[in-house]
């Protein structure tokens, strides 16, 4: 599956933006996917992971309670509302999937064959 990242760009701290992932190629609905960030300098860090169907969700401990990570099967496209940004948010964004079993989520980078190309979000103090 090929996979798009798009909706980046630069906001105030206490600011929103909302990511989107495109995907195309192979049937969406059968991967796993996440949603990973690195700031420069740093390894690259989980930040939020949904099931196939979208019941299953996970989140970093940074971004709890303020991102939410969403899917559209019928759309072929995945979602991160990022809300209350802070400076610290500041990163490239990647969306990533994996082909796996119902239910499943994955939090580690290498648990993941397939990668869009990153999107830039900047948060201003």
């Known amino acids: 599956v090929q996979l798009q990242a798009s909706g980046g760009g630069l906001v105030q701290a206490g600011g929103s933006l909302r990511l989107s992932c495109a995907a195309s190629?192979?049937?969406?609905?059968?991967?796993?996917m996440g949603w990973f960030r690195q700031a420069p300098g740093k390894e690259r860090e989980f930040v939020a992971s949904?099931?196939?169907?979208?019941?299953?969700?996970e989140y970093s401990v940074s971004v709890k309670g303020r991102f939410t990570i969403s899917r559209d099967n019928a759309e072929n496209t995945g979602s991160l509302q990022m809300n209350s940004l802070k400076p610290e948010d500041t990163a490239v964004y990647y969306c990533?999937?994996?082909?796996?079993?119902?239910?499943?989520?994955?939090?580690?980078?290498?648990?993941?064959?397939?990668w869009g190309q990153g999107t830039q979000v900047t948060v201003s103090s």
């Open positions: 949904i099931s196939r169907a979208g019941t299953v969700k």
């Open positions: 190629g192979r049937t969406f609905s059968n991967y796993a």
């Open positions: 990533a999937a994996r082909q796996t079993a119902t239910g499943v989520v994955s939090t580690t980078s290498v648990s993941y064959n397939n």
